[in-house]
């Protein structure tokens, strides 16, 4: 792992003065943290790698703490744009970045690339290094702003367009939220009613030596399946959950679900918004970086998270390579809606096509939190009827052999 490659270290300095500093700093050697110490000004005297474990080592949950998000990136491209922009070095802009991060992950691959940089290496050369923290888009954008020379207008741009889109990401998941809890409370009620109450009311029907409704006795059969079928039941779930988990990133998947998950019903249009405000607002954030439209084509493609869009993007690509308009393969393919295809149509003929993108992208992120407040406004009361009516059925299913016994003696 990266982060791994991150140590402590206490030294001792002579500094401008004369005098004799100690203190602690990370890096990913003893070289690169005699490099910075040199780099402020100090003469090492002795640095001395610092041997962590047991009580004071940091707990660490595989894929959970050492994680890098995309919010991280968001936050460390925003801060270091404004520490350039103030006059702030590279170098010492990223020792800042190491020191004030709370990801331990992204601190030590935050010192790895300063180590970089310090011996030489471009940033966008050291943060490829890390290509499973550092998107694509945002080491080509940093490659332009670097040759550019415009470095934190780039960056900036690179925080603006990853905090869209964990804002986006953010109304989906708090929009599918609910839905998603009252269907987990509906199947644990469902489950827990089965295994633990009709049971109960099983062995008090035995009693009774009558028949019982059909209803009723399709409880009891699911309940004592249920009781037997539940473990195997729970293991199947979890590998079919751990399988899906590695295979729905292989493109002969993505080739075969990518498209569905547009035609889905009810669905299909908000992944379609989805996927449309994603290309376009990193084809315009890269464009106005001064990517090359090609090369920003193919990484805007793979990054869009649809294999729809991907054939897209490449279908342009192409026809750009022939020296034909960028929109005029858009109409050819389904998931770009006309006016899409009629504004970059009008950017194109302008020469404001990166504008034009930003605005494409601002109005699928107002539709994308549209789509998803109705949708969740429609799913909340289909819900609480679906769950009212498994738990109503299964309670007058329940009740049923009572009342045919009153109405018997009756």
Do not use: C
């Not at 691959?109 to 943060?127: H, K, M, P, Q, W």
């Not at 089965?194 to 029907?205: D, K, Q, R």
């Not at 059969?221 to 399988?243: E, H, R, T, Y």
């Not at 988990?245 to 908000?270: A, N, Q, S, T, W």
């Amino acid at each position: 792992m990266a982060g791994s490659a991150t140590k402590a270290f206490d030294y001792e300095v002579r500094d401008k003065n004369g005098n004799v500093v100690k203190g602690q700093m990370e890096g990913p050697s003893e070289a690169a943290v005699a490099q910075r110490l040199m780099a402020n000004g100090g003469h090492p005297i002795q640095i001395t790698e610092v041997k962590t474990g047991g009580l004071n080592a940091d707990i660490k949950i595989p894929g959970l703490t050492d994680k890098v998000g995309l919010k991280d990136i968001a936050i460390m491209s925003r801060q270091m744009a404004t520490m350039i922009n103030a006059g702030l070095s590279l170098i010492r802009a990223l020792t800042i970045l190491a020191d004030q991060t709370e990801n331990k992950t992204l601190q030590g691959i935050l010192n790895t690339v300063r180590a970089d940089v310090e011996t030489g290496n471009s940033f966008s050369g050291a943060l490829a290094k890390h290509p499973k923290v550092f998107p694509p888009l945002m080491i080509n954008m940093v490659k332009a702003g670097e040759t550019g020379g415009f470095l934190d207008q780039t960056l900036e741009s690179i925080a603006k367009n990853f905090e869209d889109e964990v804002k986006l990401k953010g109304k989906i998941k708090s929009a599918m939220a609910y839905p998603l809890v009252v269907l987990v409370v509906a199947i644990l009620a469902s489950t827990g009613m089965l295994l633990f109450i009709v049971p109960v009311f099983a062995s008090m029907f035995e009693g009774l030596g009558s028949q019982l409704p059909a209803i009723t006795q399709m409880m009891v059969n699911m309940s004592n399946f249920l009781k037997v079928a539940i473990g195997p039941i729970i293991v199947v779930l979890i590998i079919l959950w751990v399988w899906w988990g590695r295979i729905k990133h292989k493109k002969e998947v993505r080739e075969k679900v990518d498209p569905i998950k547009l035609k889905v019903p009810v669905f299909g249009k908000l992944n379609q918004k989805i996927a449309v405000a994603r290309f376009t607002r990193n084809l315009g954030a890269m464009l106005r970086a001064g990517v090359p439209i090609l090369q920003a084509l193919e990484i805007v493609g793979e990054t869009s998270g649809n294999m729809v869009i991907e054939h897209a993007a490449q279908d342009i690509a192409e026809s750009v390579r022939k020296g034909k308009s960028l929109s005029g393969p858009l109409s050819e393919h389904s998931v770009f809606p006309p006016m899409v295809v009629q504004m970059m149509a009008v950017g194109e003929d302008t020469g404001a096509l990166d504008d034009m993108l930003e605005k494409i992208a601002d109005f699928y992120d107002a539709e994308v939190e549209a789509t998803t407040e109705q949708l969740t406004s429609l799913i909340e009361p289909i819900m609480i009827v679906v769950i009212g009516g498994i738990v109503g059925g299964m309670v007058i299913a329940l009740y049923m052999p009572i009342f045919s016994i009153y109405d018997a003696v009756s």
